[in-house]
């Protein structure tokens, strides 16, 4: 199917980014020459996504002057100033904007280097809206730059996922990147929630998928994930 339209997780404080986002927002921090958000939105661009949804809170002036310059993918504002919602809040207040049909969720810190082909192509042509509720890109977990701790699911032969057992490790990582039903998120209590809150319940009902990407992701949530990250980029 044609998956026209993405939102960008691009609001949060940046927590653990700190100091670089004392004063900036995250998506503004610069990785390998350009910021974050520039990376997820040269993604989509390429991908054939038209529109992205970029919802804004910490820095939000500065962050929304930046993105609205450009032309592809066209750049639509939720404002999330007033009140963080985090990840599934702000896209259940988004979903005027999101649409009836699928669309990609992406994380403004995730970042990779390509394997054979696109990941973001691959990953649409990999959706099924017949069985699948979302489907998440998936990195292996000894093939990640930056934190992955204990690893976030186990996959099935046929592609379902599921939640690591406590005390237990889990090869594969979330990589920042879903495909999802956008009305799942009105499901969602009001206020702020996190998707996690859907998945668990799509696991439930056997709907949640994963596809492994090929390269190597790299999530820079950190100052130290960040080095790490360039560091590798530049011995490549």
Do not use: C
């Amino acid at each position: 199917m044609k998956i026209t339209k993405a939102m960008v997780m691009a609001a949060g404080k940046g927590t653990r980014m700190r100091p670089l986002t004392d004063t900036m927002p995250k998506p503004m921090v610069p990785f390998a020459g350009k910021p974050l958000i520039d990376h997820v939105l040269d993604r989509l661009e390429e991908a054939g996504i038209e529109e992205a949804i970029v919802n804004v809170h910490h820095f939000a002036d500065m962050l929304e002057a930046h993105v609205t310059r450009r032309k592809s993918p066209r750049i639509v504002i939720s404002d999330e100033r007033a009140r963080l919602l985090d990840t599934g809040g702000g896209a259940k207040k988004a979903l005027s904007l999101l649409g009836d049909e699928p669309v990609i969720t992406f994380n403004s810190d995730s970042v990779w280097t390509e394997g054979f082909g696109s990941n973001l192509r691959e990953l649409i042509a990999a959706f099924d809206p017949g069985r699948m509720d979302a489907l998440l890109m998936i990195a292996d977990a000894a093939r990640t730059i930056g934190y992955v701790g204990r690893g976030d699911f186990t996959m099935d032969p046929f592609g379902a996922l599921a939640r690591r057992e406590p005390s237990t490790t889990a090869p594969f990582m979330f990589a920042g990147v879903q495909i999802i039903k956008p009305a799942l998120f009105a499901e969602g209590p009001d206020g702020p929630f996190s998707t996690n809150l859907i998945w668990d319940r799509l696991i439930e009902k056997g709907t949640l998928f994963g596809h492994r990407m090929g390269g190597v992701w790299m999530h820079v949530g950190a100052p130290d994930d960040l080095a790490e990250a360039e560091a590798f980029l530049r011995d490549l």
